[in-house]
């Protein structure tokens, strides 16, 4: 296939991608300069005033006709992000299925961009006036995405931003860059109007040209460190931010204790735990701390690390030997604390063996920073007080997850918890693509989630007749 690209590719310097795996090159991309930035936003702007006035039966065309070209190349992006970022096969798969689903989502809501009609006779001299208030398109939309999901987040941010009628463009992560560049290929194939889409490559300097250019709105998911330098270089532009969480998976007495353990490995190994809701914070009623921590050794003793590409594997690598060294660090500062390690604890290169740690202190790094690798960090309880108290003292606010079939429990919690959602029965990573996600204070500005993002990614126009 030898599409021509909306690429910004003006110097030589080249962006290698490496297998977090075992550091196999898998692919080059060139570098993007502010000067490439700036003339990409340019032509993104042209763009946007032809697609303005665009119908919704056109956004939802083009938009379900990429999540087709996206189903044709599935295997082949799947084996991308696999390569990349060290997901396995199996993940990679299921987040290729899931990105077709958050388009064909988006070209769905494009439908339901309604506004309303409002009376004015609340004030003198309105009698006879009706207010006629409609969504309009804020116009170029920087989409800045990180390594975990590179193909599911940007659909995220591109899906709504198309089906509002605006221009995207998007600047991955440098360590999984391709499988977007891959999807901004399919926008050309999938008949996009020149440059209404398009691409740049880099790191944080590309990321800070992104956000000082006359872009229109920036949709940020990553850190809160690297949020909030671009939040300030951004000035007075909209910002959506998600900055990701330290999330917590509440297991009350009555709960399934199978389930829940199952829940509990499913959603920190995954992608070696490198999950902005993964679940982090494990903590276990007292009344059922031994049956439970049983089957949580059970089940992580069970749980096959290794190659990524290889369809038995469940869990592969962190993104690189650096992530990797952090990992560790943690769990070593939480042994010294008094930390006992039930499982794991040893690495190989980037690849973390899955580790059950209990009895850290609540202050360790390990637990009062969101740690991005495949650790489990068991603590007790004897009451539910001591868990909203613990959650609600971080800075992070994302999800919560609580197994209960206690509805004054439940009630009280999702009274009680600074989170954006808490999960009943499930855990904190759990997300459907068309529902809000998000959270507060330093977990993020804004919510994710197609309906929502596309009246985020509107503006707001009034008549008054």
Known sequence: MNLAAPLARTTPRQ???????????VGTLPEADADAVNAAVGRARIAARGFRSSTPATRRALLDRLASLIARDAETIARTISDEMGKTITE?????????????????????????VMHCAIVAGGADRQAVVTLKPVGVIAAITPFNYPLNLLCHKLGPAIAAGNAVVAKPSPKAPLAADHLVRLTVEAGFPADLVQV????????????????????????????????????????????????????????????????????????????????????????????????????????RHGDPA????????????????????????????????????????????PTVLADMAADCR?????????????????DVAMCIEEVNASPYGLQAGVFTNDHAVIRHLARELQVGGLMVNEGPDFRAEHVPFGGVRTSGLGREGVRI???EMSETHVVID
């Open 92 to 116: 990679a798969r299921n987040e290729v299925r899931r990105a077709q689903n958050t388009l064909r989502l988006s070209g769905d809501a494009a439908t339901f961009l309604d506004g309303e």
């Open 200 to 303: 740049v490559h880099g790191g944080a300097d590309t990321a800070l040209a992104l956000a000082r250019a006359p872009i229109d709105l920036l949709s940020f998911t990553g850190g809160p460190q690297a949020g909030l330098a671009l939040k300030n270089a951004a000035g007075l532009v909209r910002c959506l931010m998600e900055l990701g969480g330290n999330d917590p998976l509440i297991v009350m007495p009555d709960a399934d204790l199978d389930a829940a353990a199952e829940t509990a490995v499913a959603q920190r190994f995954e992608i070696a735990g490198q999950s902005c809701a993964a679940v982090k914070k494990l903590l276990v009623h007292e009344a059922v701390r031994a049956p439970f921590t049983e089957r949580l050794l059970a089940l992580t003793a069970a749980l």
């Open 15 to 25: 962006i290698e991608v490496r297998s977090p795996f075992d550091n196999r090159l």
């Open 453 to 455: 993002t596309m009246r």
């Open 310 to 353: 290889r369809d038995d594997i469940a869990m592969g690598p962190v993104i690189d030997a650096a992530a990797a060294d952090e990992v560790m660090a943690r769990i070593a500062d939480a042994k010294a604390d008094g930390a006992r390690c039930l499982a794991g604890g040893t690495r190989e290169g980037a690849l973390v063996a």
């Open 366 to 382: 390990l637990l009062a920073l969101e740690t991005f690798g495949p650790v489990i960090a068991l603590r007790s309880f004897t």
